[in-house]
């Protein structure tokens, strides 16, 4: 791993300065840009997938954030507990037999892709949205999203019955967000006139907020809602508007180029939305160890005995042939993980529903 890093890290100064030798020519730069691109994915395929690096260290690096009520806290006793961290904590359990055999990696929000993109971080669970110019531009490949979402905006209760109602308005957001953007084009959309004031970390949005600097704080609704439920001067001084102006797919990353990986992860999360279909939770997932149904024993990797003899299903992703079993036996499915975390705070399963009850969850086949 020590020499994949220093080999990556090699690759980023020589990048440094042939970018610097082309800077006068705006067109040559982007041909070397996306040369390097080029280049960087072939090392990294070349050096082999972080599955092995992960399996060899005996843990999941996983990059997180410590503050997001409801995804990702850190609790009195020093452990990350949320939805996001229950992530992290799945792909632990499905690569390594073990929840536990994560390191949770705190990271502001404009660090999250160069951890990923240095190595510091195997994969990327932290509330991040899946665009196009992220999914080309930031070495990223996204997965299977684990929370759709959508832009809101979080007002003083009594203050706005409506976006509509706001012209002039302040607008608090995140900086290096998709927030800072979508906020930008509502309001010319509209024609409000809002002043979008941006800021490094939530906890200064949150001081300007109660200073009264700002007339509204516009993010995630899911990040609104958790923000809302730890307030100071308590949730009912704040409501969120019933408008939504964007669409927020939160999903975890790798870096680019690891094929493997990408699958590993995938799949990891795709257990937990599989798991919620067959009806299996981590309190019963040992009595369906015995089912007579193939598509659960497989899942499962039970043994299948069929006329021809037995045999366990391996789809050979690089991972236990039992990994959903981990996962559901060690995290819990899908269900489980939004009531355990989401649902206190408020949040219904909407468009994170299964899609055998109206929503967009759905998982391939296990065969």
Same mark, same amino acid.
């Given at each position: ?27 040559? +730069?982007?041909?070397?840009? +996306? ?26 690096? #996983? ?12 609790? =009195? ?10 992530? #992290? ?31 510091? !971080? ?49 607008? #608090?957001?995140?900086? @290096? /967000? ?23 970390? /939530? ?6 907020? !109660?200073?009264?600097? #700002? ?9 609104? +809602? @958790? ?41 990891? !999360?795709?257990?937990? !939305?599989?798991? =919620?279909?067959? @009806?299996? /939770? ?7 160890? +015995? ?47 939004? =009531? ?6 408020? $949040? ?5 529903? $299964? ?13």
């Amino acid at each position: 791993m020590k020499k994949s890093v220093a080999l990556v890290g090699a690759l980023a100064a020589m990048t440094l300065v042939l970018s610097a030798c082309a800077a006068a020519d705006d067109t040559e +730069t982007a041909a070397t840009t +996306t040369t390097e691109e080029t280049t960087a994915t072939e090392t990294v395929a070349a050096a082999g997938s972080v599955l092995e690096s992960v399996q060899e260290a005996g843990v999941v690096r #996983c990059g997180t954030r410590d503050a997001l009520p409801g995804f990702a806290v850190l609790t =009195e006793a020093g452990e990350h507990e949320g939805f996001d961290s229950d992530f #992290c904590k799945a792909i632990a359990a499905a690569v390594l037999g073990d929840a536990t055999a994560v390191e949770m990696v705190d990271l502001e929000t404009a660090d999250r892709f160069t951890a990923l993109q240095n190595g510091s !971080i195997d994969v990327l669970v932290r509330n991040t949205t899946w665009t196009a110019s992220r999914d080309g531009g930031e070495a990223a490949t996204f997965l299977q999203p684990n929370f759709y979402d959508g832009q809101g905006m979080m007002v003083a209760a009594g203050s706005y019955a409506s976006v509509d109602d706001m012209n002039g308005a302040v607008v #608090c957001v995140a900086k @290096g /967000t998709t927030t800072e953007g979508n906020a930008a084009l509502e309001s010319s959309r509209l024609g409000l006139n809002w002043e979008v004031r941006s800021f490094d970390e /939530t906890d200064l949005i949150l001081e300007a907020f !109660i200073a009264g600097q #700002c007339d509204g704080w516009s993010s995630d609704v899911s990040q609104l +809602t @958790g923000f809302r439920s730890a307030y100071p001067d308590g949730a009912d001084a704040l409501e969120i508007l019933p408008e939504v102006f964007s669409k927020e797919p939160l999903a975890p990353a790798v870096l680019d180029g690891d094929t493997q990986w990408a699958q590993v992860v995938n799949w990891a !999360i795709l257990a937990t !939305i599989q798991a =919620e279909e067959f @009806g299996i /939770t981590s309190a019963n997932v040992d009595d369906f160890l +015995t089912s007579e149904d193939v598509s659960i024993q497989r899942f499962l990797g039970v043994e299948i005995v069929t006329d021809d003899g037995s045999a366990v299903l391996d789809p050979g992703l690089g991972l236990p042939t039992d990994f959903a079993y981990q996962v559901v036996k060690q995290v819990g499915n899908y269900g489980e993980i939004f =009531e355990a975390h989401l649902t206190p705070l408020g $949040l219904e399963r909407g468009v994170n529903a $299964l899609w055998t009850n109206g929503g967009l969850l759905y998982a391939p086949p296990f065969r």
